[in-house]
């Protein structure tokens, strides 16, 4: 018989109750929307709820679990990141005064540039780095996300709660029953004549280790752990 997700149309050995292509439930209705792996693309429907991976179709159908075991559990909340924020702004505005002055002074005055001190110089360069940084994990903070690295094996940063954390994902492939890991997975990608590849795109992923054909994308704004 054939997949009933019409995004796949895989054909499924008789007596299966999960498509091995898609992971689609055979007795569940015809969807509307499915996933689709082949090609170097992905298409499809996500839902997700309490930590329930759903794909291609309704919340009713069969989806990976996953719960996290926590690594580190920082005190870098919202608030805090707010104001760490905000100090370092006023001193990167200081810095950059401080080390760009002698230029400043120089072309208002139709002189010569003095050269610039390289202590302020090197503090307003680390500042700004800092500022960045502080920005990125508020961000992370306030939508509450999750963020995979492209190595399965590090830990997922989280901002459930709005507290910044390491959490190490762990679940089971609800089709073989296989450890799923956690990552990056490429979804778009260039393959090259000389046998190169270059991917332009990644989706966060549940993968079984068993078969990488069997994965689910998983939903970064996810915030079922606060």
């Known amino acids: 018989m054939m997949c009933p997700n019409p ?4 054909e499924v050995a008789a007596g299966s109750k999960f498509c091995s292509e898609c992971g689609t439930s055979t007795n569940a209705a015809r969807p509307s929307q499915g996933v689709s792996t082949g090609g170097g693309d992905i298409h499809g429907g996500i839902y997700q709820a309490a930590g329930d991976i759903f794909v291609g179709g309704a919340p009713s159908q069969s989806g990976a679990q996953y719960e996290p075991k ?22 990167g505005v200081l810095a950059g005064w401080q080390g760009f002055s002698p230029l400043f ?17 090197i503090a ?12 990125a994990l508020r961000g992370v903070a306030k939508h509450r996300t999750q963020h995979f690295s492209p190595l399965p094996w590090l830990p997922t940063l989280t901002g459930w709660g ?4 390491l959490a190490r994902l762990q679940g089971e492939c609800p089709i073989d029953g296989g450890k799923l890991r956690f990552y990056d997975k490429p979804s778009k990608w260039i393959d090259y004549t000389d046998g190169r590849r270059k991917v332009t795109e990644r989706r966060m992923a549940a993968e079984c ?12 704004t996810d915030g079922s752990q606060d």
């Open 70 to 91: 926590w690594s580190w559990r920082s005190p870098l909340t919202l608030a805090l990141l707010t104001w760490v924020s905000v100090a370092l702004g006023v001193l």
């Open 162 to 165: 709005g507290r910044i954390g």
């Open 209 to 220: 280790v068993k078969n990488a054909d069997h994965w689910w994308p998983v939903d970064k």
């Open 105 to 121: 002074s120089a072309i208002g005055g139709g002189l010569p540039p003095e050269p610039a001190s390289p202590g302020w110089m």
């Open 7 to 10: 995004a796949c149309g895989a």
């Open 124 to 135: 307003f360069f680390v500042v700004a780095l800092l500022f960045v940084i502080v920005l």
